[in-house]
């Protein structure tokens, strides 16, 4: 049962998918095998998604409440199925404590090998990296660190460091988990392109700008979500196509991988989105595998994915049939 795939030649990944979904949850202890795109489909993603937030305190949970007993479980099952997991990483601030989205400016003394903030630092990134190495799997995990960094949200975004420390931050990064030995593959993936001038130009200037180096990446991609809904999509497909193309120039030029790294509508209030926004995307880029986010089970209209009973479920099911 758990070797059924849904085989596409561009992956399909979903946050959490197999540990909670809309009216549903596995957080609780609960040992009923289940996933969202399962429910939908009757086959597994090829592709599943889990954060590390949280990790770097030594917590038993994630920001998301998800266990990370459950998370190890899941990628362990995922790559027994011969499926992939990607993982992203919301860390803590390391000089206040607050969350990823503390905005407090820490940059150069956590980079600084004498302030106690770079130890805090160092500890946080060195307890990640000693999870994903103690994971066995065949498959490297794809992972996705200090992502939509071109966005002034994050204590690593743009507004709070700049290229030369973001680059500084990801070889910190990489050097700590090569201690460990850790194989997975590295990937770049910066948000809105709106620091330079509207032209294609512009976009490709300010991915380049923060590009940590060829020998740091694997993939790049770019996060962009569908904010509304039919009246969000022109506003959409700009920011998307324009991403997009920054990123495909620059892995064509570095001769990286290409991805979505995430997307997504939420509640999905555009009627066909998945087979009328998305599909013709992901057709138009090289991409490797598309990644949306999570099907909350705690807050009603925060889900990306069509439930079972949702009135968009078969549109979902076309477009999965012509990915």
């Known amino acids: 049962m758990e070797l059924s795939f849904i085989l596409l030649l561009i992956l399909f990944g979903h946050q959490d998918d197999v540990c909670y979904g809309h009216e549903w949850s596995r957080l609780d202890g609960d040992t009923t095998y289940r996933s969202c795109i399962h429910d939908v489909t009757g086959q597994y993603p090829q592709l599943i998604g889990f954060d590390l937030g949280g990790m770097e305190l ?8 998800v266990p990370f007993t459950l998370i190890r479980q899941e990628i362990i099952r995922q790559d027994k199925r ?18 990823a989205w503390d905005t407090t400016s820490c940059m150069t003394m956590a980079l600084d090998t004498q302030s106690a903030v770079h130890d805090t630092l160092v500890h946080y990134i060195s307890r990640v990296a000693q999870f994903i190495a103690s994971v066995p799997t065949t498959s490297p995990l794809i ?5 939509e960094n071109s966005g002034n949200w994050f204590w690593w975004g743009r507004h709070a460091c700049d290229s030369t420390e973001y680059q500084q931050l990801w070889h910190l990064t990489r050097t700590i988990f090569d201690q460990y030995n850790v194989q997975v593959e590295w990937v770049f993936s910066p948000d809105k392109l709106t620091q330079y001038d509207a032209s294609p130009q512009g976009a490709l200037r300010e991915m380049t700008d923060y590009y940590p180096g060829d020998e740091y990446v694997d993939i790049i991609g770019t996060d962009c979500y569908h904010f509304g809904g ?9 920011r998307a196509h324009r991403q997009l193309s920054a990123a495909a120039a620059l892995a064509e030029q570095h001769h990286k991988r290409l991805a979505f790294t995430e997307t997504g509508n939420e509640g999905i209030r555009c009627a066909h989105w998945y087979t009328r926004v998305l599909l013709p995307l992901c057709h138009a880029y090289p991409i490797e595998y598309v990644h949306v986010w999570r099907n909350a089970w705690d807050i009603e209209t925060h889900y990306y994915l069509p439930y079972s009973h ?11 049939h012509q990915l």
């Open 310 to 320: 949702h009135s968009e479920r078969e549109d979902f099911i076309q477009f999965i």
């Open 230 to 238: 039919e009246e969000g999509t022109e506003d959409y497909l700009y």
């Open 143 to 147: 992972f996705r660190p200090w992502h």
């Open 58 to 65: 030594g917590q038993p949970c994630n920001l998301d409440s």
């Open 82 to 99: 011969g499926g992939r997991v990607t993982v992203s990483w919301h860390a803590r601030h390391p000089l206040t404590g607050g969350t």
